[in-house]
């Protein structure tokens, strides 16, 4: 292997697949799971790129067809969840192969979940709010697997997905344990050609999940380890992939990095993705680099709670200084990403603050941050966002 990339089977917390060249196997893992004839679920963007074509190649090769749906926005919606149901229900289809980031893995699943649930159930009725996915048939959702072909979201290891509603731009988080893929497949060479801003606000939504993840109140020393392990991995291989796109060996560490943030944020987020969920579904910014915009006034906010702990992560991470060494890392990060340094930098100007704190409180991501957070302080943290 003259990239240096190793090929591994894990089945943490589901089946995957790593390596360089595994989407070569994509038939092979769709039929094992019983697909005869599954749907492509990607973005338009993606859609027209030759590895979405080479993976369609495999398919068809295969015998599975080369049906493929891509009217995704940036943050889907339930239009394009409707929209794709009906592609999926006029082709008959058995299973949903989601390709691309966070956007078509999150709308993938949603297809998969509604596609053949009783009438008069919605969507919105499987919100993560205490067991409402109970009232989804379980039996009914179809199998699904993913291809994650940015680092960043970790949906390819969630049994969540993220939708926004379109009436009200509010982002709900639709869970059910059948989101699960039966099969992720992470190949680091589909990576290779995202925009260099892609690989940076991916790779920060990375590090946001792992930093939350790690900073957050409650116990789950498994996720914590996990998060401590991923941040260790952003800091070391973001800037590489950044500049330099065909590193393999720092792209497959940065898709490790974004399965692990997914897998610790089992244990909580906080107000990072709190502020940045709002600001996604009104200014339709992407939700990764919101999440690196935001970042170190979340971390100011926290700070007096989380201090001593991030001190620990500095000394794991190899960053000297201790807290104050932890955050200029952050700072540093972000200048070699060419992350805007506030939301108005980013594009959001005029922002109706009092709209937006009301959305931030009501994001189940709130409950896990070190400081609770109430109408005047988190207002004033967005102040501070710009």
């Not at 960043?152 to 059948?178: C, Q």
């Not at 969920?277 to 970042?295: F, S």
Request: charged share 20%; aromatic share 6%.
């Amino acid at each position: 292997m003259p990239h240096g990339v190793p090929n591994r089977n894990w089945s943490y917390p589901t089946a995957i697949k790593f390596g360089v060249g595994r989407i070569g196997e994509l038939a092979e893992h769709a039929k094992s799971i019983g697909l005869k004839k599954p749907l492509l679920v990607t973005d338009k963007a993606l859609a027209a790129l030759p590895i979405t074509a080479a993976a369609l190649e495999v398919l068809d090769a295969a015998g599975l067809g080369r049906a493929v749906f891509s009217d995704v926005d940036p943050n889907p919606n339930e239009a394009n969840m409707a929209a794709g149901i009906a592609v999926y229900k006029d082709g008959k289809h058995d299973g949903v192969i989601c390709f691309g980031g966070g956007s078509a893995l999150d709308l993938g699943k949603m297809i998969a979940l509604m596609a053949h649930q009783k009438k008069g159930l919605s969507v919105w009725d499987l919100e993560d709010i205490d067991d409402w996915y109970t009232r989804a048939d379980a039996a009914k959702i179809a199998p699904i697997i993913a291809v994650p072909t940015t680092a960043g979201t970790g949906s390819e290891v969630g049994r969540a997905g993220v939708l926004t509603n379109s009436e009200t731009h509010k982002k709900k988080i639709i869970f059910h344990p059948a989101l699960m893929p039966k099969v992720t497949l992470c190949d680091p060479a589909l990576t290779v050609g995202m925009p260099r801003f892609i690989t940076a606000g991916t790779g920060m939504d990375a590090l946001a999940h792992c930093l939350e993840a790690y900073c957050s109140p409650f116990y789950h020393p498994m996720s914590q380890g996990i998060a401590l392990e991923g941040m260790r991995l952003v800091f070391e291989n973001l800037p590489k992939a950044y500049k330099h796109p065909d590193h393999l060996m720092a792209r497959a560490h940065m898709m490790s990095a974004a399965a692990m943030g997914a897998v610790a944020f089992q244990k909580g987020l906080g107000a990072i993705h709190s502020l940045s969920h709002p600001i996604g579904a009104v200014y339709g910014t992407h939700h990764g680099t919101t999440n690196a915009v935001v970042m170190p006034m979340v971390l100011d906010f926290n700070r007096k709670e989380i201090k001593d702990r991030l001190a620990a992560a500095a000394a794991y991470c190899g960053i000297k200084g201790g807290y104050k060494g932890f955050r200029a890392r952050i700072m540093g990060l972000r200048d070699e990403l060419d992350i805007p340094a506030n939301l108005t930098k980013l594009g959001v100007t005029d922002p109706d603050l009092d709209m937006l704190t009301e959305m931030a409180l009501e994001d189940p991501s709130c409950g896990g941050n070190p400081v609770k957070m109430t109408k005047k302080n988190t207002r004033k943290l967005y102040e501070a966002c710009l």
